[in-house]
């Protein structure tokens, strides 16, 4: 999924319909961890990235809340063969110190039961203590909403709307 997702963006760019410094990722949940891995891989193909209730340390998830019920699908750190592959693509444990990254948003919540917001605080201070000169790598905890949904439509729309602002000011 990473390869596809990095070639749809190289083809974005090969084909003139955008240039990676006007190129934007987003993605919550399982596709937090898809624009995480992404962003670690190629960091130079993207301008800005939005990353939203993610999974992120792939070494470490399945210890953190209920995440345990994932190792069947995901795989557990704890089988060396696994950890092996886990550690390849986990976005946390793949940041470069040097490396100048996308300016990076990520979001958690303090009432996800799914993923720990433990995630983005740690990818957010791992992102600023590689990159302090880039970014900007910032964090926003969420403390009325889960995992996703579960608000008010107002809250919806404010959340968007914070989502949109970083991208227009990192675009």
């Known amino acids: 999924v990473f390869d596809d997702f990095i070639a749809a963006a190289e ?9 990676p410094e006007r190129l934007a990722i ?9 624009v995480g ?14 990353c939203a209730v993610p999974l992120l340390d792939m070494v470490n998830y399945h210890t953190f809340g ?5 190792a069947e ?5 704890e089988d060396p063969e696994q950890f092996r592959y886990l550690r390849t693509y986990s976005p946390y444990h793949n940041v470069e110190d040097g490396v100048r990254y996308p300016a990076f948003l990520c979001t958690g919540s303090e009432n996800d039961a ?5 995630h983005a605080r740690k990818m957010v201070a791992r992102l600023q203590a590689a990159d302090p000169a880039g970014g900007p790598h910032l964090l926003l ?19 968007q709307a914070e989502l949109y602002a970083f ?3 990192t675009l």
Do not use: F
């Not at 987003?26 to 898809?34: A, D, E, K, Q, R």
């Not at 209920?66 to 994932?70: G, K, R």
């Open 11 to 19: 083809y974005l760019v090969d084909e003139n319909w955008t240039r």
């Open 73 to 77: 699908e995901y795989g557990s750190s």
């Open 114 to 118: 799914r993923v720990d917001p433990l």
């Open 26 to 34: 987003y993605g919550g949940s399982n596709g937090g961890l898809l």
């Open 66 to 70: 209920l995440a345990n019920i994932w």
């Open 167 to 169: 991208l227009m000011a």
């Open 141 to 159: 905890i969420r403390r009325a909403s889960g995992h996703g949904g579960g608000v008010t439509i107002t809250t919806q729309i404010e959340q």
């Open 37 to 50: 891995a992404c962003m670690v891989q190629r960091p130079e193909l993207y301008r800005s990235v939005v």
